[in-house]
């Protein structure tokens, strides 16, 4: 198992950047799918976008593509996510979550999970 923290968030204004971080503790990190999820009040926590173990074939969603980039960093067993062109519609609380195996858009297929971290974009 791996125990996972995320930081970064804070308040941007529209057409901003972050960079969310998510450090693991634990062991074999590097084994593992990690995917970045959000939450908006009100609403469905939904995927954002996932890097397997390997730091290839990395995907998103629709509504970040082009605008967000996640990476892992392995060796210090960080996870980022590169958040650019920020919206008033991407103000959420952001997940970090980890799986073995392959990664996955799906919430219900990881099992460890941040506390999350909160992004505000003002208009």
């Known amino acids: 198992q791996v125990q996972l923290a995320e930081s970064g968030g804070g308040l941007v204004q529209a057409g901003g950047s972050l960079r969310l971080s998510c450090a693991a503790s634990?062991?074999?990190?590097?084994?593992?799918?990690m995917a970045w999820f959000r939450q908006a009040p009100g609403k469905e926590r939904e995927f954002v976008a996932a890097?397997?173990?390997?730091?290839?074939?990395?995907y998103y969603a629709d509504s970040v593509k082009g605008r967000f980039t996640a990476s892992r960093d392995n060796a210090k067993n960080t996870v980022y996510l590169q958040m650019n062109s920020l919206e008033p519609e991407d103000t959420a609380v952001y997940y970090c979550?980890?799986?073995?195996?392959?990664?996955?858009?799906?919430?219900?297929?990881?099992?460890?999970w941040g506390q999350g971290t909160q992004v505000t974009v003002s208009s």
């Open positions: 979550a980890a799986k073995s195996g392959r990664s996955s858009s799906t919430a219900s297929f990881y099992n460890q």
């Open positions: 890097i397997p173990w390997s730091g290839g074939s990395r």
């Open positions: 634990g062991r074999a990190f590097s084994s593992y799918s």
